[in-house]
């Protein structure tokens, strides 16, 4: 019997230990305050329009530089399967590798990077406003205007926190 009272003792200490431990590891996320939040929207619109300006001017940053490593990867593969060249990834190869990661069905996918046209003039930013953050992502609408050929782009980019600036994880042209 003492044998019995000892077993349950450590049993019930055993699981009181273990609740102990889950409580502490179960803490609420931090909270991001508004001007936390402002701030780091405007660190990265600066950091967008003068990426944007900059790569349509003399190519620097270039694309690789200014995207995550998946959506370089993502736009590389869409521009690829949009030539169709014997060798390139085909539509359906793409569709089949990202469509677990990116909308498929969104008209823009195989359009240019930035903006849809291949042959632009002088590129600017018209506008760039701070929408949301979510997961981690800053959301902006952002027209890019062509001033030689009188045409603006309108789109969504999604903007990651990078180690020293930002890095566009998505764009959307509307």
Request: charged share 30%; glycine share 0%.
């Given at each position: 019997m003492k044998h019995?009272?000892?077993?349950?003792?450590?049993?019930?200490?055993?699981?009181?230990?273990?609740?102990?431990?889950?409580?502490?590891?179960?803490?609420?996320?931090?909270?991001?305050?508004?001007?936390?939040?402002?701030?780091?929207?405007?660190?990265?619109?600066?950091?967008?329009?003068?990426?944007i300006e900059g790569h349509f001017a003399n190519g620097t940053p270039p694309m690789i530089m200014m995207t995550t490593p998946e959506y370089y990867e993502f736009k590389t593969d869409a521009l690829n399967a949009r030539i169709g060249l014997p060798g390139n990834i085909t539509k359906e190869e793409f569709t089949a590798k990202w469509k677990e990661k990116f909308d498929m069905n969104r008209p823009d996918i195989f359009n240019g990077y930035l903006i849809p046209t291949q042959d632009f003039g002088r590129v600017k930013?018209?506008?760039?406003?701070?929408?949301?953050?979510?997961?981690?992502?800053?959301?902006?609408?952002?027209?890019?205007?062509?001033?030689?050929?009188?045409?603006?782009?309108?789109?969504?980019?999604?903007?990651?926190?990078?180690?020293?600036?930002?890095?566009?994880?998505?764009?959307?042209?509307?």
């Open positions: 019995l009272y000892l077993f349950l003792m450590l049993t019930w200490l055993i699981s009181c230990q273990n609740n102990e431990k889950e409580e502490i590891t179960a803490q609420p996320q931090e909270q991001v305050s508004p001007e936390e939040i402002q701030q780091k929207a405007e660190k990265a619109k600066k950091w967008l329009v003068s990426s930013v018209k506008s760039c406003e701070f929408d949301k953050l979510q997961n981690d992502i800053l959301f902006f609408n952002v027209q890019i205007s062509d001033v030689e050929y009188k045409t603006d782009f309108n789109s969504v980019i999604k903007l990651k926190e990078a180690e020293k600036d930002f890095l566009i994880a998505d764009q959307i042209q509307l």
